[in-house]
């Protein structure tokens, strides 16, 4: 039973053997289909996967691409409306009372802008001819011409990356991007351009383009290529000349019409010409009559006109308004000059410093003014302001000079002032000064080597002698006179402790504008008028910035009025007017100067003049005036060496060349007399003491005083006095031995007596002590 049991076991696990086996051989089809599948969907999965790395490949390159975009072409893009934004520099131009343009200044580029109303339709439809023909038509680019062209250019002519630009990619390339010819900068062009295009109406495009581009030289812009080539206004040009204009932007120095080959322009006209024809805007006609148009350049484009002057009023300009402004901003100024007076005196600087060689002079300036005004009618700064190797570009009108004599005028208003009259008397003869212990004595001498006795205010001015002049500052003092110059418009003398008696013959450095204004204060009867180079400035925009009216004006062929003059009145009228009366005075003068030198104005008597020359011959001045002009005339030498001593007569160097230029002012005017104040009184004197005639015999002149201060006394010049019998001249005070009481003409000074007919009349004055 066990056995069958066994066996049992054994054929039921034979079985399941044989079961197991067969299933197995069963289910191999199904595990194959399964496989099928599963590789199916691997496929699937993979397929999936490839076709995703590539898209993300792509946007990877797509974004790359943008990136780069934005890295090389956006990221740095100026904005097109930075073409309205920011406005280009502009030039300041600086005229002269005229109109007449003086200079212009700028940094690199010489623009004025102009609307383009005022672009005369020839030269736009020039332009766009030659330019961009369909400019009215595309959208900034022009595909199929410009590109075209761009190709010709680059493989045909072998000319390098070439633009095939519109009139918008050249405004663009030209206002906003760097000048580089590269595939980066070109790309760059395209897109301003299609944008710009967008923003604005193609005549603002248009406007700007005319506006900003170069057409030769600092010339940028139309209007200063107009004023460059043609010396006009870009509004006043023809078709012949815009045509010429027109053709310059493509190649400005090679087409320019004053450059190397100015046949190349006469061909690049006649281009233009054939394209305006070709695109119906002018006639075979026009065409022809243009090409055959003489036009005539502007030779002189760059020269400037009054250098000394201009420099001067840049100077001011940028002082009040800034550097910037002056230099970029496009200010039109206006100024006092008048230019045929300017171009008058300095052809008369020039010709007669240049007769001047044998006496050592190298240079000289002149100045003119108009005291009511204080306007410069002419500034010559130098003989030459080219002649860079002598200093000709030293503005010597600015410079510090002594003045020599010609400072005299305000010393002896001075003494006016304080009592002093025309017929105050002063004993010249030798005089020393002293005023500070341990210091040698000041004796000054006179520029003739003479000595001449008693001579009267009026003549000690007119002739101008020193040693009155310094006995008159030595009443006056020192602290006064350089109170009242200064007052009267002098800048220089800021530390009076420097000066002493020499002051009034010249010693103390002075501006030749300073002297204007001072002798403007004489012609303009006490009213100080600082001097004023600018009429009016105004901005790019058209607003004022200042405007200086004139304070007063008259017919200069009339007889002249100083009413309504505004100034600051610093002396009394009655005093200015008898300097003046003195200073036109040719009697007053004569003995010195002699009756024709040229301190006489042919045919006109009423000039008031003065001369000044230093004791060491390194500065000679003539100053003289009415109450239309101021003409102040310097010649010396820049590097203060010092001139022949024969320039010591004061008439021979800087008189001259004032005469000229006074009777070039004066040649279709009437005489013009110092208005005479009502407190001026007039009366016989004793042309000896100053005193009322008497009994003396002394001869009698005629004279003027301001009321109040006329002569009270009689002639007592006649009289008994102490002579020293062994000298003949008068006894020194307190002397008893060795005199005589005799019968003499003997008349005195502040300072000491002199005995005119004594057998000795010379004698030496030391006054000990004098006060400021």
């Known amino acids: 039973m066990a056995d069958n049991m066994e066996n049992q076991k054994s054929k039921i696990k034979n079985q399941n053997r044989n079961y197991s086996s067969n299933e197995a051989r069963s289910s191999r089809p199904l595990a194959s289909n399964n496989n099928l599948s599963f590789l199916r969907k691997l496929n699937s999965f993979f397929l999936f996967a490839s076709n995703k790395q590539i898209s993300v490949t792509v946007g990877v390159i797509f974004l790359f691409l943008v990136a780069s975009f934005y890295w090389f072409i956006l990221k740095d893009l100026p904005f097109p409306t930075q073409l309205t934004s920011q406005t280009p520099s502009q030039t300041t131009k600086i005229f002269d009372r005229h109109g007449a343009l003086l200079y212009e200044i700028y940094v690199n580029q010489n623009r004025t802008i102009v609307p383009l109303s005022q672009i005369p339709l020839y030269l736009r439809e020039a332009t766009i001819s030659i330019e961009d023909k369909d400019f009215y038509r595309h959208g900034g680019i022009n595909v199929v011409n410009g590109m075209l062209r761009a190709v010709k250019a ?6 390098g990356l070439q633009g095939g630009s519109t009139i918008t990619q050249q405004l663009v390339k030209t206002s906003l991007l760097t000048p580089e010819r590269t595939i980066i900068r070109k790309i760059k062009e395209v897109v301003l351009a299609v944008i710009t295009d967008k ?17 030769g030289g600092t010339a940028w812009g139309v209007e200063a290529a107009s004023e460059k080539y043609f010396n006009k206004k870009v509004s006043q040009l023809g078709l012949a000349e815009s ?7 493509a190649a400005p120095t090679l087409y320019s019409p004053l450059g190397s080959h100015p046949e190349l322009a006469k061909k690049r006209q006649a281009e233009v010409l054939g394209r305006m024809r070709e695109d119906g805007y002018i006639t075979r006609q026009q065409e022809e009559e243009a090409e055959k148009e003489i036009l005539h350049y502007n030779l002189n484009s760059q020269q400037i006109k009054a250098p000394h002057f201009v420099m001067y009023v840049k100077d001011l300009l940028e002082k009040k308004y800034g550097e910037n402004l002056v230099e970029r901003g496009g200010l039109q100024v206006t100024t006092t000059l008048d230019l045929p007076i300017q171009n008058f005196a300095q052809q008369t600087v020039a010709s007669e410093v240049a007769k001047l060689k044998t006496l050592d002079v190298g240079n000289g300036a002149a100045l003119v003014t108009e005291p009511a005004t204080g306007e410069i009618l002419a500034m010559v700064g130098s003989r030459n302001y080219f002649d860079t190797t002598h200093d000709g570009n030293v503005n010597v009108t600015l410079a510090l000079r002594q003045p020599g004599s010609s400072i005299k005028p305000v010393n002896y208003a001075l003494g006016l002032l304080k009592g002093a009259t025309p017929a105050t008397l002063f004993i010249d003869e030798p005089t020393c000064f002293a005023n500070i212990a341990g210091q040698k004595p000041y004796c000054p001498v006179n520029y003739d080597g003479k000595f001449h006795g008693p001579v009267q205010l009026r003549f000690a001015l007119g002739n101008s002698i020193n040693i009155p002049a310094v006995k008159m500052l030595a009443e006056n003092g020192v602290h006064s006179m350089v109170a009242t110059a200064s007052a009267m418009g002098i800048s220089t003398w800021t530390d009076e402790s420097r000066f002493g008696l020499s002051l009034t013959l010249g010693g103390a450095e002075v501006r030749m504008t300073d002297m204007a204004t001072v002798y403007g204060v004489f012609a303009n009867a006490g009213a100080r008028v600082d001097l004023n180079p600018v009429l009016k400035v105004v901005d790019s925009s058209g607003r004022v910035l200042e405007e200086n009216k004139q304070a007063y004006s ?22 200015t007017y008898l300097i003046s009366h003195i200073l036109l005075d040719n009697n007053a003068r004569s003995m010195e100067f002699g009756d024709n030198s040229p301190l006489r104005v042919s045919g006109h008597s009423a000039v008031s003049v003065k001369t000044g020359t230093t004791d060491d ?17 310097w010649v010396g030498n820049n590097d203060n ?3 022949n001593p024969y320039l010591s007569s004061g008439i021979t160097g800087a008189a001259p060349i004032w005469n000229k230029i006074m009777t070039y002012l004066l040649k279709d005017s009437k005489d013009q007399w110092p208005l005479m104040p009502s407190d001026i009184v007039g009366m016989q004197i004793c042309s000896l003491s100053g005193k009322l005639p008497g009994d003396t015999g002394c001869p009698a002149r005629f004279e003027y005083f301001i009321k109040g201060t006329e002569p009270t006394q009689v002639d007592d010049s006649r009289k008994n006095v102490l002579v020293d019998k062994t000298t003949g001249g008068l006894a020194k005070p307190g002397q008893t031995d060795n005199v005589e009481e005799q019968m003499h003409t003997v008349v005195k000074d502040a300072f000491t007596g002199f005995c005119v007919d004594c057998s000795s009349t010379s004698s030496s004055t030391l006054v000990t002590t004098w006060k400021f």
């Open 154 to 159: 680059m493989v045909i002519n072998r000319q």
């Open 617 to 633: 011959k390194r500065d000679n001045w003539t100053i003289g005036y009415t109450p239309s002009y101021v003409v102040a005339v």
């Open 554 to 575: 008259w017919d200069k062929k009339q007889t002249h009025s100083l009413l309504d003059i505004n100034g600051k009145r610093v002396l009394p009228w009655d005093v």
């Open 641 to 643: 060496t010092p001139m």
């Open 199 to 215: 923003i604005y109406s193609k005549d603002q495009i248009l406007a700007m383009y005319l506006n900003r581009v170069p057409y």
């Open 243 to 249: 045509s010429m204009l027109a053709g310059l932007p």
